[in-house]
């Protein structure tokens, strides 16, 4: 078709090309206008997904699991109307389930124990029909794990009901951690209720102050004593009406030192002793906070025996003064002379005024020294030294002699004094040991006159034990003298003799002829015949002391 043909048809109908221009013009709007709405569809979709996806993500990040009965929407027609299940990444995880996310609520309650099972489909009920909230925490039968579950519905905005779901959470290490702290805290509470019997049940009171000397804690003891009393009246108030505990709770804070001190108290009418006491310490470890923890005993028993030991000291003391022949001093802690008899003024050649001074342990060394009546000593220093460490070392009485320059011997005796110190006791034994010098000189010449007779000797002493025996004897007899240096008895020596008398048919009744002969000196010689001797003839007598003598006599 030419050109001019297609002119001569628009001028020949014109308004019939405008029209199919105009139905041309808005079919090409029309397709412009649904691509631009498909392209923002497209986009809205797009947005959705990702949406979606996010939030699928974003369940799947926590750390919680889940199971959700998903409803179909009621506003959709949906011919199957099924209830969807979805059991997360999460929950598969937690449960440990051989599905995966494709698991059965079945599934997951198989591996509850069976009334936890039977729990949760109760709680699943009531949300399935009333939409009931639960939450409970069970375990789980392969690995123990605590799992809390909550059970809650969703609904949308325009009531349509979304969902139901369970939420699971793993509080294993909550759980435990709980339980232990439970465990923590019934043990606490056992010791605080132990430590309460502890302080509740001692016999005497005991408290405790705050950083500000207020009482905070006292025990049973406390409350009885202060009859349950309260506010200010539970102060321990002497019987001057000082508040005693508190002013030396005062003075143990202000010094961090412990301090004591005895009061006197009224109860039922009988006066007491009592002693007091309050120690400081750090609370809670810290520096800045000192509190105090107070005592009080009832010493009134230790205060009557205070005052009897110090009367029987008195007593004693008194005695020992009036004793002639032995000089006492006593020596106190302090090492001063605190009491002594005339009897060390004279023994010592002392003045008494001197005495009176109460001179030192050490003092009183250096005076003897000056007066040459202390024994010869290479380091005097030395010396005084060692006689000083007795007031802290002896536990007992020591007794030891001092050889004076002058000649005469001093009986010492040392012991630990009561009150504390030491007390000596001196006497003068030079005329003794010469007379025993002499004794023992005359029994030397008595033995050596024994032991040179011909004749066999034996000597008992009046307990019956033999007290000598000469080389005679032993040659006679053929004793050993081993056995006679045991101080055997008359009986036991008498029977070593049994040997020489075999041709005797009693040997019982014979030593019971020469015992008696012996012992009750019926005949003063009497005589025996043994094996080897033909005629023994036996003296006894007693001597003087007591002693038995018996001397055996060969014929010659």
């Known amino acids: 078709m030419s050109t001019a043909l297609l002119a001569d048809m628009f001028y020949a109908a014109p308004e019939l090309w405008y029209g199919i221009g105009a139905v041309l013009l808005f079919l090409l709007g029309a397709w412009f206008f649904t691509l631009l709405k498909l392209l923002k569809l497209r986009q809205k979709n797009y947005f959705l ?8 993500e974003t369940l799947y990040a926590s750390k919680d699991g889940y199971f959700a009965f998903v409803y179909p929407d009621e506003k ?19 449960m440990n389930l051989p599905g995966g996310t494709q698991s059965s609520f079945e599934d997951i309650l198989k591996s509850f124990y069976r009334d936890d099972a039977k729990k949760i489909l109760k709680y699943l009920d009531l949300l399935f029909d009333d ?22 519905r969703i609904n949308g905005i325009d009531g349509n009901v979304y969902c139901d779901m369970i939420w699971f959470r793993d509080v294993s290490f909550e759980d435990t951690m709980i339980n232990n702290l439970e465990a923590e805290k019934a043990e606490a509470y056992h010791k605080i209720s132990l430590y309460e019997d502890l302080i509740n049940n001692i016999p005497y009171p005991i408290w405790l102050r705050d950083e500000n ?22 102060e321990l108030i002497s019987a001057a009406g000082e508040p005693v505990s508190k002013n030396l709770a005062f003075l143990a804070h202000a010094t961090n030192k412990i301090k004591r001190q005895q009061m006197v108290l009224i109860r039922n ?24 923890a107070g005592a009080m ?19 004693h003391l008194e005695i020992l003064g009036t004793l002639a022949g032995t000089a006492f001093a006593v020596f106190n802690s302090a090492y001063k002379l605190s009491f002594y008899n005339k009897s060390l003024a004279d023994m010592w050649n002392l003045e008494e005024s001197w005495l009176d001074e109460q001179p030192l342990y050490s003092t009183f060394l250096d005076m003897l020294r000056e007066k040459r009546l202390l024994p010869e000593v290479p380091d005097f220093i030395l010396f005084k030294n060692e006689e000083q460490k007795d007031f802290s070392n002896l536990i007992e009485a020591k007794e030891d002699m001092l050889y004076r320059p002058d000649g005469r011997t001093i009986r010492r005796i040392r012991a630990p004094y009561p009150a504390g110190g030491v007390v000596f006791a001196y006497e003068d034994v030079s005329d003794n040991l ?55 008895n008359i009986s036991e020596v008498i029977d070593s003799q049994k040997r020489f008398f075999s041709q005797v048919d009693d040997w019982e009744s014979l030593k019971k002829y020469i015992l008696n002969h012996i012992v009750n000196f019926t005949t003063k010689i009497f005589e025996l015949k043994r094996d080897d001797i033909e005629k023994l003839e036996v003296l006894s007598g007693k001597l003087s002391d007591g002693s038995i003598m018996i001397t055996y006599k060969t014929g010659r």
Request: hydrophobic share 35%.
């Open 49 to 56: 997904n990702r949406d979606r996806e996010r939030y699928a």
């Open 76 to 94: 959709v027609n949906d011919p199957h109307k099924t209830i969807k299940e979805r059991c997360s990444r999460r929950l598969a995880v937690i």
């Open 131 to 152: 939409g009931v909230s639960f939450e409970d925490t069970f375990t789980v039968k392969s690995n123990n794990k605590r799992l809390r579950l909550s059970g809650s």
């Open 213 to 234: 000397l207020k009482l905070d804690i006292v025990n049973r003891r406390y409350n009885e004593l202060l009859e349950n009393k309260t506010g200010s009246e539970r």
């Open 269 to 292: 009418g009988e006066r007491r002793s009592m002693e007091v006491v309050e120690t400081p310490f750090h609370f809670d470890q810290s520096l800045d906070k000192i509190c105090t």
């Open 297 to 315: 005993f009832d010493i009134t028993e230790l205060d009557e025996l205070k005052r009897n030991l110090k009367l029987n000291q008195n007593a």
């Open 434 to 488: 010469a007379t025993r010098r002499a004794y023992q000189a005359l029994l030397d010449v008595q033995k050596e006159t024994i032991d040179n007779l011909f004749d066999a000797v034996l000597i008992f002493a009046d307990s019956g034990r033999l007290k000598f025996y000469n080389q005679a004897y032993v040659e006679l007899w053929q004793s050993d003298e081993t056995f006679l240096r045991s101080e055997p």
